[in-house]
């Protein structure tokens, strides 16, 4: 039989008619709410606390594994990148050595022809020069 508000109050009235009010009212605040069916007792409370422990032990060794496949997939990403910029670097560093290599010997042959002008213009002039003396 569950109980109803209903049956609470017809209690509570027919104890305030065997007793004073305040005793009817102490004596409904004492009883509980519901059923003692529903009540939870010292040993439902310990296996309840029993599952939590046991739920929280589980999902802290789920975590742990979590972190750990984290962890190392973090490490191993980084390394990837890290191999990848090493790549990227030396590409670049050969990039700028045959671009520099190349510009010097441009510059090298400017510089040597334009030194062969010069002295074919002094050359010229000398010849010149001499033929006036």
């Given at each position: 039989m569950s109980i109803t508000e209903a049956s609470r109050f017809q209690l509570r009235t027919a104890i305030?008619?065997?007793?004073?009010e305040e005793a009817a009212d102490t004596l409904m605040e004492l009883l509980p709410p519901v059923?003692?069916?529903?009540?939870?007792?010292?040993?439902?409370?310990?296996?309840?606390r029993d599952e939590l422990k046991s739920d929280?032990?589980?999902?802290?060794?789920?975590?742990?594994g979590d972190i750990q496949n984290l962890r190392v997939a973090?490490?191993?990403?980084?390394?990837?990148?890290?191999?990848?910029l090493k790549?990227?670097?030396?590409?670049?560093?050969?990039?700028?050595?045959?671009?520099?290599?190349?510009?010097?010997?441009?510059?090298?042959?400017?510089?040597?022809?334009?030194?062969?002008?010069?002295?074919t213009v002094m050359l010229a002039a000398s010849v010149a020069l001499s033929k006036l003396i």
């Open positions: 305030g008619q065997i007793l004073d059923g003692w069916a529903d009540v939870a007792t010292k040993t439902d409370l310990q296996h309840l929280i032990h589980s999902l802290r060794n789920e975590l742990q973090t490490k191993t990403d980084l390394q990837h990148l890290r191999d990848e790549g990227d670097m030396r590409a670049l560093q050969l990039t700028i050595e045959a671009t520099l290599e190349k510009r010097l010997h441009e510059q090298t042959k400017w510089l040597i022809t334009t030194m062969i002008a010069m002295n």
